[in-house]
């Protein structure tokens, strides 16, 4: 092995197991100490009533996890939860979550596209379908930012490039 492609290989091991030793916050915890336990967050959501708010850690635009965690009104975690699951994309309804609703529910997506036909904005979510497969969630605005679709396939990320070598 050359070796720059070990020094890129040890570098690569030792920051995912950097990320795997992290210690998970705990509920109750504040802010500040999910905060020094985690780093600072990609995101944060404020929910509608201006109390609870919502920390994302996302691993994007390639990974394919997103956690969050929630913060009660008095600023005390409740939640610490992987988000890019079949579970929790089942809990944003079609026709009725909006864009700022799936931001707080999943958090940022990887990509986002247009769907011109239907003048629709697509939303796209890596994740592991079942924990096991590589797949994509497209999810579907109208004009108002209104999810009128939601659709799942496997992420050709990770499919074979030339499958004549099969």
């Known amino acids: 092995m050359h070796p720059m492609m ?3 290989t040890l570098a690569a091991t030792l920051l995912l197991a950097a990320c795997a030793t992290r210690p998970a916050p705990l509920p109750g915890e504040t802010a500040d100490v999910v905060q020094a336990k985690l780093g600072k967050p990609t995101s ?3 929910d509608g009533d201006g109390g ?3 920390l994302e850690y996302a691993t994007g635009p390639m990974g394919q996890y997103t956690w969050m965690a929630r913060l009660g009104p008095d600023g005390r ?3 610490y939860e992987q988000v890019l699951t079949g579970e929790k994309f089942a809990t944003l309804k079609i026709d009725q979550a ?3 609703q799936v931001l707080r529910t999943i958090g940022r997506p990887a990509e986002r596209s247009r769907v011109a036909m239907q003048n629709y904005e697509v939303w796209s979510y890596r994740y592991k379908e079942a924990g096991v497969w590589n797949s994509l969630m497209h999810v ?3 004009e108002q930012g209104v999810v009128r679709q939601m659709m799942n396939g496997p992420d050709p990320m990770y499919e074979p490039r030339d499958r004549s070598s099969w």
């Open 140 to 142: 579907h605005f109208d």
């Open 44 to 46: 944060v959501y404020v």
């Open 98 to 100: 909006t864009k700022e």
């Open 6 to 8: 070990k020094i890129t």
């Open 77 to 79: 975690l409740t939640a």
């Open 52 to 54: 609870a708010r919502s």
